[in-house]
T-cell receptor
Framework: DVKVTQSSRYLVKRTGEKVFLECVQD?????MFWYRQDPGLGLRLIYF???????EKGDIPEGYSVSREKKERFSLILESASTNQTSMYLC????????????FGNGTRLTVT | GQNIDQPTEMTATEGAIVQINCTYQ??????LFWYQQHAGEAPTFLSY????GLEEKGRFSSFLSRSKGYSYLLLKELQMKDSASYLC???????????FGAGTTVTVRA
């Protein structure tokens, strides 16, 4: 079974802090994704990476950046956390084939105060 | 833009059948996914439709009509463990950008 592991289940940070969310997958998947999930809005794509060191903006990239230095690891960075970034963050991965389903991590609940 | 609509909530009795509808208007269409998400857990893959018709997987079936921009997920012989949120996601013209609906929360009552 594919395992996607997010480093933290819950995080509380202060406004203005730099925040790192880490995600690791163990199935050699080419593609990795970061979503945020908010009530009534569904999952929204922040950034994705189709290969090592390659990254593309999703639908809501403002205030975020990403890093993918190794195939198995995809990091989401909040350069200066703000209260409107309080959310559930979900990492996902899949093989390079677009029809493949996403495999999600359990999520990180981030609260910015 | 992308627009995916599904009902917010549905309630059904154990042993019954529930149908969750999803309508979409997207830039291109290359397939539709259904995911199940239990409270506090990761979404997990249920089904994928790319051609019109019904796909059956045990108690769960998914239907697609591309001409109508419509899909449904059918849950039969409902069990308490089926209480969860069900997410509809469309693969449009960009292979990397799935468009998700807001999810339908299904509550199964005894």
């Amino acid at each position: 079974d594919v395992k996607v592991t997010q480093s933290s289940r819950y995080l509380v940070k202060r406004t203005g802090e730099k925040v790192f969310l880490e995600c690791v997958q163990d199935m050699d998947h080419e593609n990795m994704f970061w979503y945020r999930q908010d009530p009534g809005l569904g999952l929204r794509l922040i950034y994705f990476s189709y290969d090592v060191k390659m990254k593309e903006k999703g639908d809501i990239p403002e205030g975020y950046s990403v890093s993918r230095e190794k195939k198995e690891r995809f990091s989401l960075i909040l350069e200066s956390a703000s209260t409107n970034q309080t959310s559930m963050y979900l990492c996902a991965s899949r093989p390079g084939l677009a029809a493949s389903p996403l495999h999600f991590g359990n999520g990180t609940r981030l609260t910015v105060t | 833009g992308q627009n995916i609509d599904q009902p917010t909530e549905m309630t059904a009795t154990e042993g019954a059948i529930v149908q969750i509808n999803c309508t979409y208007q997207t830039s291109g269409f290359n397939g539709l996914f259904w995911y199940q998400q239990h409270a506090g857990e990761a979404p997990t893959f249920l089904s994928y439709n790319v051609l019109d018709g019904l796909e059956e997987k045990g108690r769960f079936s998914s239907f697609l009509s591309r001409s109508k921009g419509y899909s449904y997920l059918l849950l039969k012989e409902l069990q308490m463990k089926d209480s969860a949120s069900y997410l509809c996601a469309v693969r449009g013209s960009n292979d990397y950008k799935l468009s998700f609906g807001a999810g339908t929360t299904v509550t199964v009552r005894a």
